[in-house]
């Protein structure tokens, strides 16, 4: 997998006027994205997250496999992972302290021993810290998200000064210029599409079956996430209806209850008549 960052020479990609509403494409859904902090972390709680707080992110690029995400906004916005005459084992690893930020600017790639490093480096500034000082912990991510909070900017614990074992290409994300990823083996919708995934959030397939990911700018490359779109081609919003059963709707009192119940998906799945998948959607406030 190979990538190099590409930043477009029109000053005015055009997006700022561009209505796709009056075009007839169905329903758009437009990108909340509000850009990256250089001095904060970014946090989407809407991804999956592991035991050691690492985001993570499925995509059927990936035949149903997890991929972590800090690897893939390094690859999509950064550079290539592969190191030029290095023989050891590289990685993607946090400058912040935070496994859970995806912020290309705190990312870099590094050996085994620098992680090792860097995580000693943490734990002391961590021990040295008031509890009320320290970042939101992964664990409560759920929480956050049940409260209506996806995206997080919280502050990193310290920045390491670990040299990197390869320069990275990033170049920050702004409004107007395009962005353009020379990761020639993945299809340009693929690549917006995780863009948006990491950057904006979910795409509830379940509900949006023939959604796909646009951007307004027309570059056919372009992944700024300021230009992406979400479309729904029209017909194929589905709207109340969920899951596999598309004639079988769930009232705002279902999905109430279906989020205050303790079952497991699969029971509440055969007691609502819709697949687990789609009672997994309720739960997670994205149906």
């Given amino acids: 997998m190979h990538s ?3 930043i477009s020479n029109t000053a005015n990609c055009g997006c700022v006027t561009e209505n796709f509403q009056s075009q007839g494409s169905g329903r758009l859904v437009y990108s909340s994205f509000q850009g990256l902090k250089s001095g904060r972390c970014f946090c989407n709680t809407s991804l999956s997250h592991s035991k050691s707080g690492q985001a993570r992110i499925t995509d059927k690029l990936f035949e149903g496999f ?3 995400a800090s690897r893939l906004s390094y690859q999509l916005l950064a550079g290539p992972l592969e190191v030029p005459n290095y023989s050891g084992k590289a990685d993607v690893l946090h400058r912040c302290g935070y496994p859970a930020c995806i912020n290309p600017s705190h990312l870099y790639i590094g050996s085994h021993a620098q992680n090792t490093r860097d995580r000693e480096f943490h734990a002391r500034v961590r021990s040295s810290m008031p509890p009320d000082a320290l970042p939101t912990p992964i664990s409560s991510f759920k929480e956050v998200l049940r409260s209506g909070v996806q ?3 919280p502050m990193p614990l310290e920045f390491s000064q670990e040299v990197p074992l390869a320069e990275s290409k990033f170049q920050g994300i702004g409004p107007i210029r395009c962005i353009e990823s020379d990761w020639n083996l993945v299809a340009p919708e693929i690549l917006r599409r995780m863009m948006w995934k990491l950057f904006v959030g979910p795409i509830n397939k379940s509900r949006f079956p023939l959604s796909n990911i646009l951007n307004s ?3 056919p490359k372009c992944i700024n996430p300021h230009h992406l779109r979400l479309n729904i081609p ?4 589905i709207g109340q209806t969920y899951g596999l059963h598309r004639n079988r ?3 705002e009192e279902n999905i109430a209850e279906i989020r205050a119940s303790t079952k497991g998906y699969a029971e509440l799945g055969r007691e609502f008549g819709v697949h687990s998948q789609t009672i997994g959607n309720v739960k997670r406030y994205q149906a």
């Fill in 249 to 251: 709707k769930l009232s």
């Fill in 66 to 68: 997890t991929q972590v």
């Fill in 234 to 237: 029209s017909g194929s919003w």
């Fill in 4 to 6: 190099q960052l590409k």
């Fill in 151 to 153: 995206i997080m900017w």
């Fill in 217 to 219: 700018c027309h570059h």
